[in-house]
């Protein structure tokens, strides 16, 4: 039955209606039951779909009201089948692989009582030390912004289980000061609105049900008393009528931020500020009925739209109707479709960042497969639970089933952190007798994910020895880097013929990887989030403003002058010598990243021909409701059917505020037979060219564009001029 929410919230009394505005996580089913009986708004899910019905039946039959709970559970690649983490799920540049998480993420954990998943994570991010950059979509906003919809969208549609979705962590989390996590955050209200909120726009525009807070302070303020921005643009501004959760012990921690004095102080601040449910901390009602807070020390009109947002939310998820799941219908693991979905995800994941020829690999010959991910069943990645389905074999059992010609000699040379020498010069001795050595390298997961941060991220000291004592042995060296992160791989990729990335895949990583490093699946994925030299170029990203002064050539100390290391070299020519020394570089890096946004290689190769756009030139009137179309023809030169990644980037040539050297604003993965053409058709509007300046909405300004398409490898340019009027 539809249940008349005012009505309801008239029947209410204060404490009631407090009870609905807070989810705890509470171990003991007793308590979780207790809880239930007083009228709690929600709960984190308890470890079974009986007990969930149990939570529900009290709530519906032993209260009031009869308001059913919310249950809640962190579903962010997977409940069971476990998929490739969000940053891998980017890599894909395939908004379905993000939409196939989703849909069985809410068909395995909606079938067990879950019906509100804490997912997706849509923070963009540009500083690969932050440990939650494997929950995130990367660096761009429009890759971000395609697969939060894909995903929203997948977990909310009714068909696939039909659990509400949170947009997370609002706002500018991951642009924490030094990547460390939880730490504060100084964002321009330009950037903010460019680059941080847009995301969440976009999520709140195509119907995600909540938003959580996020623990960071933003320009002094704390976001989870952040009026301006919970209040004025999520909800005014941008009209979401869902719920807005803060994060565990966000709002208790105002105090810790050192804006209240005390828990009860930031509670009322939380609510006034337009949180509307509180996750953890004190109960708002005591055992004893009591209220936290009274009416005096917070406004019943705000807290009346905080619960009618949260009843408004179970009525959409049908909980008044449909209050209890159907038990015989609980997936209970890992179904083979689903695995099947999983692995086509993690073949579509990989990044192939350098290739001698070494990729891939024969199918006869002898092979020296080693490393800690030889034998590591460790691919789950961050943000799983502990009832995740487990990954069953090792890449070790993989690639003998998947190359069964191939002679395998299978030895650690190293662990994840550490390496003995005797190990090291056995595998070395080994390699002599090998025709190429699979070094299978990198981050176990609990090096990534929240409380994550790293100040070096590079791979443990131990790794790099393997590597580079095989190196010095000569041999011809394969890495699969299996990681949360971009990593500084500057010491020794230049030392490897072939370096394939293949993050956290999930519960059917190894034979995903081992199908890629046989050649049956060709790897199309590109990088999402650049992979920068050295840490200290971080924050580093492709979409990063003009200077005043760009470098045309890097720096080396290689063979820096004496003169540099004894003293300050005083050859200042005058302000005239802006061409090379006096830019923005480094004295002692080469420019630019190691690998940036959109590379990744394939086992074919593609050219991009016949760039075409419906108009040259057009107006801003004409743009209000007009595209333009551009097309382009991907051909595929070389020997294997492939996946090629076409990217459209978008440069304002002049503005009245500085520009981003490229935005992406398009972006098409096409699979293309060997010898074939297939033609790609993208379109460009208003938003698309516009911008924010330093006003309060986009501006459109009129001038020229360059319109770019680029596939990583190959690029064509035209350009586009837009009139004013
Ligand atoms: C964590 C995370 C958040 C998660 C929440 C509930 O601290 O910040 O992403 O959803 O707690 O588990």
Redesign the pocket.
Known sequence: MSVDIERLLECMTWEQKLLQLQIV?RPDGAERAELARRGLGAA?WPPSVTEVNALQRIAVEETEHGIPLLIAL?VVHGQFTIFPTPLAQAASFDPSVAADDARVSAIEAGTNGVNWT??P?VDVVRDPRWGRVV?SFGEDVYLASELTVAKVDAYQRSDSGGVAS?L??FVAYGAAEAGRDYNSTEVSPRRLRETYLETFRTGVECGAMSV?AA?NSLNGHPMHAHRDLLTGVLKEEWGFDGVVVG??DGVAQLVDHGVVADEKAAIALAFESGIDMV?GGTLLVDSQGVALLSPEEVSSRRIDDAVRRVLTLKQRLGLFERPYTDESAAVSGAAAEHRDLSRRAAERCAVLLTNDGALPLNATGRVLLAGPFVRSRDHLGAWVQHFAEPVRETLADALARELPGVEWDVVDGAGFFTADDDAIADAVERSAAADVVVLALGEPSGLSG?AASRADITLPEAQRRLIHALADAGARIVVVLVTGRPLVVEDWVDRVGSLLCVWHLGTEAPAAIAAILSGRVNPGGRVPMTFPRAIGQVPIHYDHERTGRPPRIGGSLLNAPDALATDVVAEFTGPNNTDDRYTSKYLDLPLGPRFDFGHGLSYTSFELEDLAVSAEATTTNRLADEVILVSVTVRNTGERDGDDVVMLFVTDEVATVTQPVRRLRGFRRVQVATGASVLIEFTIGRDDLSFWADGEARTLEPGDFTITLDDGTSRLSTRLTVEPA
Request: aromatic residues 24%; proline residues 0%; glycine residues 0%.
């Open positions: 996580w984190f962190d804490f997912s994570m929950e949170c997370k962590h959580m623990f994060d565990a996750m929240e």
